[in-house]
Nanobody
């Protein structure tokens, strides 16, 4: 199984970025897809998740209204559209695949597969 995240970069506060995560080696539509992030010196935190079919989306309070998670099962890809970026959004962003119930999508321990991360840096 491989999850290849891309799309990170350096952006000014208020700007936008779109992260992508391409999956291979798994039946993509069988998995909930999540995005997590980790800033230096901080613990990994949940950002967003999308259900198997794409109809259910979940967000951390800190990003709700600014980030949008979506997926294209035909392309085996999950996206994270990030807008109105803030310096506190600076982190390495990781995509993950798992089978948590809706109540557990925010728990990283319930995701079996992880990508390598892509760095997002937001300058003030």
């Amino acid at each position: 199984v491989q999850l290849q995240a891309s799309g990170g970069g350096l952006v000014q506060a208020g700007g936008s970025l779109r992260l992508s995560c391409a999956a291979s080696g798994l039946t993509f539509g069988n998995y909930v897809m999540g995005w997590f992030r980790q800033a230096p010196g901080k613990e990994r935190e949940f950002v967003a998740a999308v259900s198997r079919g794409g109809s259910g989306t979940y967000y951390a309070d800190s990003v709700r209204g600014r980030f949008t998670v979506s997926r294209d099962n035909a392309k085996k890809t999950v996206y994270l559209q990030m807008s109105s970026l803030k310096p506190e959004d600076t982190a390495a962003y990781y995509c993950a695949a798992g089978t948590p119930a809706a109540s557990g999508v925010r728990r990283g321990s319930l995701y079996a597969y992880w990508g390598q991360g892509t760095q997002v840096t937001v300058s003030s």
